[in-house]
């Protein structure tokens, strides 16, 4: 399982200390390696933004769930299996032709962890958290979106209270294809609202 290109670099300062207090939690007994490495095997790779990519596709094909999720997201997520720590308080906030929503945390780093796993590193960076706010759609630009000048960018800043999730458009060229299917097309990026859902035709976005 040990990851080949990690022993090329010098670990960071945080990760040898990470590393140094497990293995003296170990050592007391005081924590189960095995234990630690479900934990973040459930954040890494079981909790992930596949399960956001569910309520996006349930949301896309089923109007009565999406009007469920839009008044009420913590429900309607939950209804699909999906809830507890950094999700206990869900808005979901929806991509229009005319609407464009970016989800950022200016503060630290608020993440929905159940729809959407942990977050990626530029989420958390000083760039990315102050640029989102004063810069959107220059920030859009980097990851290489251009709303037209007409689209609204609307800014939702996350909290320890409040996390959002983005509901992006559903492509064209999408009626063809089952609930699982389009759930493959969502990546997590567009849930953030630094991307858009790509046609599984053309390739270009909605
Ligand atoms: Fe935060």
């Known amino acids: 399982m040990a990851d080949d290109h990690e022993h090329q670099t010098v670990p960071s300062d945080i990760a040898l200390r990470v590393k140094a207090l497990e293995s003296v939690l170990v050592e007391k007994e005081m924590v189960d390696r095995a234990e630690l490495d479900a934990v973040v095997d459930t954040y890494e790779n079981r909790i992930g933004p596949r399960n956001g990519a569910r309520v996006v596709a349930r949301a896309w094909t089923d109007p009565v769930y999406k009007a469920r999720l839009l008044a009420n997201a913590t429900e309607a997520i939950a209804e699909l299996g999906y809830g507890g720590a950094q999700g206990e308080h869900m808005v979901v906030v929806e991509n229009a032709p005319k609407v464009h ?103 270009d976005a909605a």
């Open 101 to 203: 929503n970016l989800v950022v945390c200016t503060l630290c780093s608020c993440y929905p962890w159940p729809t959407l796993g942990l977050p990626p590193v530029w989420y958390k960076s000083a760039g990315y958290r102050s640029r989102a706010v004063i810069d959107p759609r220059g920030v859009l630009r980097e990851f290489g979106l251009e709303p037209p000048d007409d689209v609204e960018i609307r800014v939702w800043d996350s909290t320890a209270e409040i996390r959002y999730l983005v509901l992006p458009e559903r492509p064209a060229d999408t009626e063809h294809l089952t609930e699982a299917e389009l759930a493959e097309l969502v990546t997590r990026d567009s849930m953030i609202g630094v991307a858009t859902v790509a046609s599984p035709r053309t390739g």
